[in-house]
């Protein structure tokens, strides 16, 4: 085997809480009078809370002062956490995940998290995965948010592989890109347009057992 650990981001490769990000947001966007749809909301994918909020602000032509930000932003996170305290449960882990975890496991890859996310712990809580994974990164563990490497190359080095011999996937643009940047081989998840920088593209998370063979040949 070529390639001795996997490092999974969290949002939208184990678990779709996009729906549950996008519901915080719209909340927000509305009351600021700003507009904010679906389709703006595949833009916040992977980019840090802080991040979203600027984006936000930006589109709507939004001037405010920087303690206020911190107030809105923690707001949309309260929301977002009870939403996930009251609808997160076990079956919103992606097909395929539970398989593929114990898989690895027993062949002795390693596995990690390297999340934008601040509440990673605690998602992974929710789903009863905290124990599956051998190191979690979260946002605030890092300094530089994805795309800089900066997130997966902590996670390697949690789990005590070189990057070269990591394999990671992504759902996010700036997610595959922080992967490159890291030297590690990128699994894009979803759109092949939107992850055309990814070593290899898989439509679901269902998939990845199947290019397990084909990514021995190709790993570094
Ligand atoms: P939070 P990932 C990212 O997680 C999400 O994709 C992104 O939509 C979100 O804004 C970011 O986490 C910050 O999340 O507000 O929970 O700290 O995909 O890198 O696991
Ligand atoms: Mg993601």
């Known amino acids: 085997m070529k390639y001795q650990a996997v490092i999974f981001d969290l949002d939208g490769v184990i678990t779709d809480t996009a729906k549950f990000h996008y519901l915080g947001w719209k909340k927000l966007a509305d009351e600021l009078g700003v507009t904010f749809n679906e389709e703006m909301n595949e833009d916040l994918k992977g980019v840090s ?122 759902d996010a643009q700036v997610g595959v890109q922080a992967i490159k940047a890291a030297g590690m081989f990128a699994v894009g998840v979803g759109d092949t347009e939107i992850l055309k920088e990814a070593d290899l593209n898989i439509s679901c998370m269902a998939e990845f057992q199947n290019i397990l063979n084909e990514m021995n040949e190709v790993a570094v």
């Not at 712990?121 to 995965?129: D, E, H, I, S, Y």
């Open 49 to 170: 809370r802080m991040g979203s909020l600027e984006y936000l602000l930006e589109r709507g032509n939004v001037d405010m002062p920087e303690v206020e930000k911190l107030v809105v932003a923690n707001k949309k996170n309260d929301f977002y956490i009870q939403m996930l305290e009251e609808q997160m449960d076990k079956s919103d882990i992606l097909d395929g995940v539970v398989v593929l975890l114990k898989e690895l496991r027993n062949s002795g890859v390693k596995t990690a998290i390297a999340s934008a996310s601040k509440n990673a712990t605690f998602v992974l809580r929710k789903l009863g995965l905290l124990e599956s994974f051998d190191y979690i990164v979260d946002a605030a563990a890092v300094e530089h948010p994805k795309p800089h490497p900066e997130t997966f190359l902590a996670a390697a080095e949690g789990i005590g592989v070189l990057p070269g011999k990591c394999i990671a996937v992504e």
